[in-house]
């Protein structure tokens, strides 16, 4: 007798979403048939795999997950009819032979997938593959450490509140590419001592340059299992490698000056104050020149065109964050009482993640347009703390990474290109430069530039005027005219200067 796990007797049945009533009864009458695995101690395992996949995904996606489980009872069978659990064959060796397997079979082991968050395909393994890990992570036995002795910590287990950017939530940080167990362990320390006091964002890069120095060393100096071995000559062949091998990819002053701190915080907590000194000054690399980007005044139009016309609360951020000219962690985090009059004028509150807040003053129609956004919001959720909310969690800010999912498929579904009829991209910090610039234009002066783009001070407004070049040209026009009047009659006057014309 085969045994059986129909779809409808999970609980994502009950949560059809929109699914429509012939797909429905469609999807009633497939089921997980375990008789395809011989040993009882696989169909357990997979048994709870999927009653846990369909306690927590949809309905849809528990169903498609049948001809991933099918490939892989087959594979099971064929291979390890006998092996009564899927882990007493380690993840990776099991991972291999089913790629060979799947190969054998006229299966494609990797897949392209389009990212509508970076507007390009990536590759990736192929479903069954995917399948198979999520079948060993489930099977994982239960981590009983305390969350900064494990390998991947779940942020919510740490005991206290980490400093992160409220519109991009990290809730994980991984320390499993670390290959050498000893320097993993020492990061983990060190790291539970800088999360403290650090943001996680700035965390992980220090992790992620350690990471990349640990694969050196396991390639170039196996003999080195701690960071307390790392000498000088090891800082200097690195900085060979990764200059020479590795090219300019990546912004290599900040990895190394990430990596420099989180060798100076490893030195502390193992008692080798050494680590501190191994790098010099000469050894920070030159940062990369920034080129300052922007829309044209017609590409901003083409993209409003198609943004008003979207879901309309990601429409009113979308139009707010151009209007504030801020920068969208500003926007995504207007709170519910930032609007308020003084002397019959709006002023906008507008908080920032390194700093507080600044204030300015905005005009009738983006008061407006915020106060829509609140209605909005208080209509939907009640009262919140932000105006733009994360739909599954109201307490939160919208995410950015929805928000740039949203646009990029926009983009790609209307095809919207740039001047050039190149597809185009999307940062949210090209509008704030846009708004700078017009700022630039309007000839105001750089205090009042700095405060209406939330600047500390007026240091980096140089940009925006070397990058208007609009304004440049505009204003030297009188005096270019002049110069060039003034360097004729003097050409007039060199020998042969008819003769040159005349050749010309």
Not at 88 to 94: D, I, N
Not at 182 to 189: L, Q
Not at 284 to 310: G, Q
Request: net charge neutral.
């Amino acid at each position: 007798m085969e045994i059986r796990v129909y779809i409808k007797e999970l609980p994502c049945y009950q949560r059809k979403g929109n699914a429509s009533e012939k797909s429905i009864r469609v999807i009633e009458r497939h089921f997980y048939n375990l008789e395809l695995l011989e040993a009882e101690g696989q169909k357990k395992e997979v048994e709870a795999f999927i009653r846990s996949r369909g306690n927590k995904l949809s309905m849809t996606t528990v169903d498609a997950d049948i001809i991933l489980y099918n490939v892989v009872a087959r594979f099971m069978k064929e291979k390890y009819p006998l092996l009564d659990s899927f882990r007493a064959v380690p993840e990776e060796v099991l991972v291999k032979k089913f790629k060979a397997w799947l190969l054998d079979h006229g299966y494609q082991i990797t897949r392209k997938h389009f990212m509508k968050s970076m507007g390009r395909n990536l590759q990736e393994e192929a479903g069954p593959v995917k399948y198979l890990r999520l079948l060993f992570q489930f099977l994982e036995p239960e981590d009983k450490r305390p969350e900064w002795e494990k390998d991947v910590w779940n942020l919510e287990n740490l005991g206290f509140e980490v400093r992160q950017n409220p519109i991009d939530i990290i809730r994980t940080i991984k320390f499993t590419g670390i290959r050498q167990e000893t320097i993993r362990e020492e990061v983990k320390r060190a790291s539970y001592i800088r999360i403290k006091y650090l943001s996680v964002g700035s965390l992980q890069g220090e992790i992620r340059a350690v990471r990349r120095f640990s694969e050196f060393l396991a390639e170039r100096n196996p003999e080195i299992t701690s960071l307390g071995e790392v000498g000088r000559l090891n800082i200097e062949e690195y900085l060979t490698y990764i200059n020479l091998e590795r090219g300019q990819e990546r912004n290599l002053k900040t990895e190394m000056a990430n990596l420099k701190d989180m060798l100076l915080q490893v030195g502390k907590v193992i008692d080798k104050p050494k680590l501190g000194r191994l790098f010099i000054k000469q050894d920070m690399p030159k940062a990369p020149e920034v080129v300052f980007k922007t829309y044209s005044d017609e590409e901003i139009k083409r993209l409003n065109y198609y943004i008003v016309n979207m879901e309309e609360q990601t429409a009113r951020a979308l139009i707010l964050h151009q209007m504030l000219g801020g920068r969208i962690s500003d926007t995504l985090t207007l709170r519910t009482d930032c609007l308020y009059q003084e002397n019959g004028h709006y002023i906008v509150r507008m908080y920032q993640v390194k700093t507080s807040y600044y204030e300015k003053p905005v005009p009738d129609d983006v008061a407006k347009l915020i106060q829509k956004s609140m209605e909005y919001t208080y209509e939907r959720y009640g009262e919140t703390e932000y105006i733009f909310v994360n739909e599954s969690n109201p307490s939160l800010p919208f995410q950015y990474s929805m928000l740039k999912s949203r646009v990029y498929a926009l983009i790609h579904e209307n095809d919207i290109c740039k001047d050039n009829g190149e597809r185009m991209g999307f940062a949210t910090h090209l509008f704030r430069h846009c708004y700078g610039m017009k700022l630039v234009e309007l000839h105001l002066d750089d205090a009042a530039i700095a405060h209406l783009l939330g600047h500390r001070g007026v240091y980096t407004v140089y940009r925006y005027r070397r990058a208007s070049g609009k304004l440049m040209v505009k204003e030297t026009e009188e005096l270019r005219k002049t110069m060039d009047e003034i360097l004729s009659e003097i050409i007039k006057e060199w020998d042969g200067y008819e003769q040159v014309f005349q050749n010309g």
